[in-house]
């Protein structure tokens, strides 16, 4: 992965509006990177609060999925000196603090990037935020294995305010 700089317009207030309660529906593929085409969805609640004055947040999601209950936990931390965000996520599937994805805003539209691994494989890790309507914004996940010349677009979550 090359080095990640930030925009222009990166701020600790890029995450701002995602600040409160939120009705979650997402659509994540059954299996990853194995060609599946078929899709699990689930709703889910978040509720999101900004944390160290403004230059970090942190949410839980709350779900069930297959009849059973799942957590999900985000610490997203802006870095003044990089201008950049580093995402965290830990769930209660596995109970690992994942690699952090980092990045910033350029307007409406956050993109975030790891390396990591998958199934044994290394992986580029790329998140897309769409807060064109700040009240019903998109996150999107997708991982690449042959270094972002192709993408499998994995998870999508659709937010709207409770």
């Known amino acids: 992965m090359q080095s990640i ?7 600790h ?12 529906r997402n659509r994540k593929l059954k299996s990853r990177l194995d060609g599946c085409t078929e899709w699990d969805e689930f709703d889910a609640t978040q509720d999101m609060r900004l ?10 999601l ?5 009849d059973q209950p799942f957590e999900g936990i985000t610490l997203r931390l802006f870095n003044p000196a990089s201008r950049l965000w580093s995402i965290y996520w830990a769930d209660s599937n596995r109970g690992v603090l994942e690699p952090p994805v980092v990045g910033s805003f350029a307007g409406d539209t956050g993109l975030f990037f790891a390396d990591d691994v998958f199934n044994g494989q290394k992986i580029l890790v790329k998140f897309n935020w769409d807060k064109t309507d700040p009240d019903a914004p998109v996150w999107s996940q997708a991982f ?4 972002g010349a192709t993408w499998e677009w994995n998870w999508y979550m659709y937010f709207t305010r409770m």
């Not at 944390?51 to 839980?60: A, K, M, P, Q, S």
Request: charged share 15%; net charge negative; proline share 5%.
């Open 5 to 11: 700089q930030p925009a222009p317009t990166s701020s």
């Open 62 to 66: 709350s779900a069930t999925v297959n």
């Open 144 to 147: 690449s294995t042959d270094d």
């Open 51 to 60: 944390v160290l004055h403004g230059i970090g947040n942190t949410d839980i």
């Open 13 to 24: 207030h890029d995450f701002d509006f995602l600040a409160g309660q939120w009705h979650v």
